[in-house]
């Protein structure tokens, strides 16, 4: 009995060296996580350009901004100043509203209010613009 209780004891001694040496490593990744976020964020440059017929805007991320289409009309967004690897990923809130293609080509559908949002995966913040299309 007593083998198997030093076993039992070896064993256990194991299993919390292994634990530890796992939250250690959790603790480190994390800590890495935090630091490639923090020097994300410090990056004045990333913005969206949105132009229409009539004007064009720059937007930056964690800001609000809307533009104004009419039924039909079209307007090309696209990331500016932003060095990325990354594809970014053009979603509309409601396509029967307005839609967005993969390169960022806003179309105006129907009368009402959406957004359009972009995501970048080498940024921890989505861009987001409301749309309000008219007749």
Not at 63 to 90: K, M, R
Not at 115 to 132: E, R
Request: net charge negative.
């Amino acid at each position: 009995m007593s083998e198997k209780n030093e076993k039992s004891k070896k064993g256990s001694v194991v299993l919390k060296i292994c634990l530890s040496i796992l939250v250690m490593v959790i603790a480190i990744a994390l800590c890495l996580i935090v630091l490639y976020r923090h020097d994300n964020e410090s990056n004045p440059e990333e913005s969206i350009s949105v132009s229409t017929e009539e004007s064009s805007k720059s937007f930056v991320p964690e800001s609000s901004y809307e533009i104004n289409l009419q039924v039909g009309q079209t307007c090309n967004a696209e990331i500016t100043d932003f060095e990325t690897d990354s594809t970014p990923i053009w979603m509309s809130s409601d396509n029967s509203i307005a839609t967005v293609d993969s390169s960022g080509v806003i179309t105006a559908v129907s009368e009402g209010t959406c957004t359009v949002t972009v995501a970048i995966m080498d940024i921890d913040q989505n861009i987001i613009v409301t749309v309000n299309v008219s007749k």
